[in-house]
């Protein structure tokens, strides 16, 4: 689709590129990035990282995250994304060309990678099944300029037309409307969005384990991008 770039390199999305440990690039659309934390649980609220709704600053086209990245708890997830990282580099050609399915990938992930100390709160498996969902997706479009699921090309999924991924700012707002009749609940440290601040979502489902949305809204008065997810 015409101005939507599926997959953008983190690095041209963060202006402190740790932040890929944490949040996944989906698509960049004009000057916004839409992102997932689909693999980690907000387990911590901050101002800013609060109910799985996420503050930045939009500097010279990149994110600067306004939360606190305990908000995830500590975790050992730079070295097991690393980890992740180089396996899928050496073997994601034999992945996609054996279809191998994402409950065969964390067996053998975890036969490989040692002890790794998440929070009690955390899932482990999770955030591996949730790397490769993404990597899976982001591979097979770098091969063939569509987006399909790790469940579709494995397991027989059906495939959403990726001009049905979008979401407009009226649709948004009804997909939000819970988050915004509720916000002083979910958001009691953070500047609360809203609705005149919508911008338009994406389905993240062909990109993650178990997202559903995440919906953007911008304050341009104090220049603050917040993204808000919900998962199915």
């Given at each position: ?119 009690e709160e955390q899932d482990l498996e999770y955030y ?105």
């Amino acid at each position: 689709m015409e101005n939507v770039k599926f997959f953008p390199d983190y690095k041209e999305v963060f202006i402190d590129e740790k932040l890929k440990y944490y949040f996944k690039p989906i698509c960049t659309i004009g000057k916004y990035h839409f992102l997932t934390i689909d693999g980690i649980f907000c387990i911590k609220n901050y101002k800013f990282a609060e109910n799985d709704c996420f503050g930045f600053k939009l500097k010279d086209g990149k994110y600067e995250f306004l939360g606190d990245l305990d908000c995830f708890g500590k975790n050992d997830v730079e070295r097991l994304y690393d980890i992740l990282e180089k396996d899928f580099e050496e073997n994601k050609k034999s992945y996609l060309d054996k279809k191998i399915k994402i409950a065969n990938y964390v067996e053998n992930i975890l036969s490989k990678i040692g002890e790794i100390i998440f929070e009690e709160e955390q899932d482990l498996e999770y955030y591996i099944e949730s790397f490769y969902c993404y990597n899976m997706a982001k591979y097979y479009y770098e091969l063939n300029k569509k987006v399909v699921s790790v469940k579709a090309l494995t397991e027989n999924y059906g495939i959403t037309p990726e001009d049905e991924l979008l979401i407009d700012k009226e649709e948004l707002k009804n997909c939000l409307g819970d988050f915004f009749i509720n916000i002083e609940y979910e958001l009691e440290l953070t500047p609360a969005p809203t609705e005149d601040m919508c911008i338009m979502g994406v389905d993240v489902v062909e990109f993650t384990m178990w997202g559903e949305i995440v919906g953007l809204l911008y304050d341009e008065k104090d220049n603050i991008i917040y993204l808000k997810e919900q998962h199915s």
